[in-house]
């Protein structure tokens, strides 16, 4: 834990709003398969040799990737990653419903618990480790997914037929009547050449309140999913500066829960990309607070690692904000510190970890963080000590989104 980690989580209390959340008992699934061979077995991942096919009382998520060229055959592949859970789970949320509606101080109401019901489902539906998923790419390639490990989630690095560079081809899971969620993925082409842009999402494109706990829950499982505004025009003119070829990557510490949730905020405000959120907390409410305040710098970074090996050559774009670890974890994409081991005196040293790939760091200083307390976040020597060695002209901190489009005109060197 960061030493802002450790600061934001005290003056905020967020353990005790962690530690007052309900129990969920992690209820064997409704087919009675949850046997202790199945659990065993489970730990084995995608060599698991007894995987279970998709039932009709199954959720399925298939989330949205980009493909890329293989870097030693050059054919297009891609990771896809489903989850599973159980649809007659989750039975007792309404007790659920009722704690996070107490704790909101919201008064009984249908329409708003509806809405908290509909958000918390899969944080309590049972999932269901050890599924495989029979899908089809566009039509014309089979692919068998999975099968999921321990937190049902499954990721396959697949080879895949090749589509022009800004494509969005569907990927459909083949299921039995009656299984619903995300049946659907979107595939986004990528060639290796370019620009690129990787973003956060909470309090960077969504206001979320990330330093705040009641704010979070507000803005997660009650308030609608709500734009900072003026970025959604930012990013649609970001789009038309380094073309619509490009991938987008939006990258949170939120968890994987949230994703059908956060998914249809992006359908709705920004462009086609892969949203990458966090696992830690899967079907774990009582850790669903701490996926935004704990080792978001290494989680992101580790991210970050892999989206560089999907396209290495890319000129990446990093947009996020101040209340979380972002200038941290993009300035270390920057540079890495190091030591030499056979000195007697360690010396520090620095080196560019992806020397030419991010061109442009924008970092969104969150002007109302003083109400929520940590004033210290948007203080100029935290983003100079973030970008120690990143050249000034590469990393800029805004406040309003207007001063972003000549800043990203003259880094693209085109004009919109």
Not at 228 to 240: D, V
Not at 402 to 416: A, M, P, R
Request: a neutral charge.
């Amino acid at each position: 834990m960061s030493d802002s980690e450790r600061k934001t989580r005290k003056e905020r209390d967020f353990h005790d709003t962690e530690s007052s959340w309900p129990n969920i008992r992690a209820d064997p699934a409704s087919d009675k398969r949850a046997t202790l061979t199945n659990d065993l077995l489970s730990h084995l991942g995608q060599w698991n040799p007894f995987p279970q096919q998709i039932t009709a009382n199954d959720t399925l998520w298939l989330l949205d990737n980009t493909a890329y060229r293989s870097p030693k055959t050059n054919e297009w592949q891609a990771e896809f990653v489903a989850a599973v859970f159980d649809q007659d789970s989750g039975v007792e949320i309404s007790t659920v419903v009722a704690d996070v509606a107490a704790k909101l101080g919201i008064a009984k109401r249908d329409a708003v618990e509806a809405t908290i019901q509909e958000r918390l489902m899969p944080f309590v539906q049972t999932i269901l480790p050890g599924r495989v998923v029979n899908a089809e790419f566009a039509q014309k390639e089979t692919l068998k997914l999975g099968p999921g490990g321990r937190n049902a989630i499954s990721s396959d690095i697949k080879s895949i037929p090749g589509f022009d560079s800004g494509s969005v081809v569907s990927t459909v899971a083949r299921v039995p009547q009656g299984a619903n969620g995300i049946l659907e993925g979107k595939t986004f082409f990528a060639e290796p050449e370019g620009w690129g842009l990787i973003s956060d999402i909470d309090d960077t494109i969504k206001i979320t309140q990330t330093s705040d706990p009641i704010g979070i829950l507000r803005s997660t499982f009650v308030s609608e999913a709500t734009p900072i505004q003026g970025m959604p025009e930012l990013y649609t003119y970001i789009q038309s500066l380094i073309s619509k070829t490009s991938p987008f990557f939006y990258l949170s510490a939120s968890p994987y829960n949230l994703y059908s949730f956060l998914s249809q905020f992006r359908q709705k405000f920004y462009p086609q990309g892969t949203m990458i959120l966090r696992d830690a907390s899967w079907m774990n409410l009582s850790g669903f607070l701490s996926s935004f305040t704990l080792g978001t710098q290494e989680y992101k970074v580790d991210r970050m690692v892999k989206i560089n090996s999907w396209v290495p050559r890319r000129k990446m774009i990093c947009i996020g904000d101040s209340t979380q670890s972002d200038p941290e974890a993009y300035g270390e994409m920057q540079v890495l510190p190091i030591f030499y081991p056979r000195t007697l005196i360690l010396i520090r040293v620095r080196f560019r970890k992806f020397p030419g790939w991010v061109h442009l760091i924008l970092i969104r200083k969150v002007t109302d963080i003083a109400a929520i307390g940590i004033d210290e976040k948007n203080e100029p020597k935290r983003f100079e000590k973030a970008f120690d060695s990143v050249p000034n002209s590469v990393w800029h901190v805004f406040e309003s989104p207007e001063e972003c489009y000549k800043i990203l005109s003259d880094v693209t060197g085109n004009k919109s």
